[in-house]
């Protein structure tokens, strides 16, 4: 036989209140205090009983943890705050962003947090201590291999195939991929794509790796002086690209008519820059989104907290502007002393 459905009636037995406080608490109107009213939507999850949007307000905060690594990546945890706050708001949620470097210390949650968002570059740093609060978490980029949260994530592979086949179709056969930190997933797996991808051109892929902080100029001229010679380059992110386009502009290399450069993101700075920028727009607003949508299904629905880890993946968009043109045909050392 079907299950009986849960009524207001219920919950008010099961917790010794009234049906009028319970009805409140679950609408968000006043007259129950904070701790009742947090009693009522435990049990209202734990019986099964459907919570509406139109009963949501003040359901609960999700903490969003983030942490910028350099001026580049605050455009993207923006973006990305932006399209949680827009999701848990529409039912009846909070999201509260903090530094990720206040996570480690002693101060306990808040009774009201319901959720964490794992906003940061490294994940693992932080998944197993927030694994251990018994909360719903979500990580932005790459949670740790069969690692029990919710993940969402671009499709960074396919990234990478899309622009060695979308540079092949100009003629490009020698590429390079320019970054400046190796330990993170994301690139790795646009690096894996474009190789994946050059190889079904016969073509061929360099690895130029460079640190951020000291800067590109060096080891671009050394990598050029040691027979590096792409025709084009695809950078980890816009800010790379960025300033490729600079370095080479001051060694006298045109972009695209000697060498075609492409970035990652879509960042404001990518049509900014001139030439204007080449790049994969990836949905970060709609990526933040998803993340809100992970906790909020999983503190509102309690068939779904059965469901294993997610792993979400949001397809991005290649956005053809004017720094990528046909391969030029004239070596880069006749072009730079």
């Not at 609960?60 to 001026?71: A, K, Y």
Request: charged content about 25%.
């Amino acid at each position: 036989m079907p299950r009986n459905r849960v009524t207001l009636q219920d919950l008010a037995d099961a917790l010794g209140i009234s049906k009028f406080s319970v009805s409140r608490a679950l609408s968000g109107k006043p007259g129950v205090g904070e701790a009742t009213r947090r009693r009522v939507e435990r049990a209202a999850q734990d019986m099964g009983y459907p919570l509406m949007v139109e009963q949501a307000q003040n359901r609960g905060q999700i903490l969003f943890l983030r942490q910028e690594i350099d001026r580049v990546s605050t455009e993207l945890w923006s973006n990305i705050l932006l399209g949680a706050e827009q999701q848990a708001e529409a039912y009846g949620f909070t999201v509260i962003p903090k530094q990720a470097h206040s996570f480690f210390d002693s101060t306990p949650i808040d009774e009201a947090v319901v959720g964490l968002i794992l906003a940061v570059p490294y994940p693992e740093e932080l998944s197993g201590i927030a694994s251990r609060t018994n909360l719903p978490v979500v990580c932005s980029g790459y949670a740790g291999p069969l690692e029990h949260i919710d993940q969402v994530s671009g499709t960074d592979w396919e990234a990478g195939v899309t622009i060695a086949r979308y540079l092949a179709t100009l003629g490009h056969r020698k590429l390079a991929f320019v970054h400046g930190d190796a330990r993170l997933l994301g690139r790795a797996e646009r690096f894996r794509g474009l190789c994946d991808g050059a190889r079904e051109i016969d073509g061929d892929v360099d690895d130029l790796v460079f640190d951020e902080q000291a800067g590109l100029r060096k080891p671009l001229l050394d990598y050029m002086d040691s027979g590096g010679k792409p025709t084009a380059l695809f950078c980890a992110h816009d800010g790379i690209a960025v300033s490729v386009i600079s370095e080479l502009a001051l060694l006298g290399i045109r972009v695209p008519e000697d060498v075609s450069v492409v970035g990652f993101n879509d960042f404001i700075s990518a049509s900014q820059v001139a030439p204007r920028l080449t790049t994969i727009r990836t949905p970060h607003v709609e990526m933040g989104a998803a993340m809100a949508r992970c906790i909020i299904d999983r503190v509102s629905n309690p068939h779904f907290r059965t469901v294993p880890p997610l792993r979400i993946n949001l397809v991005p968009e290649l956005i053809i502007r004017e720094s990528t043109g046909p391969a030029s045909l004239v070596p880069w050392e006749r072009k730079y002393n």
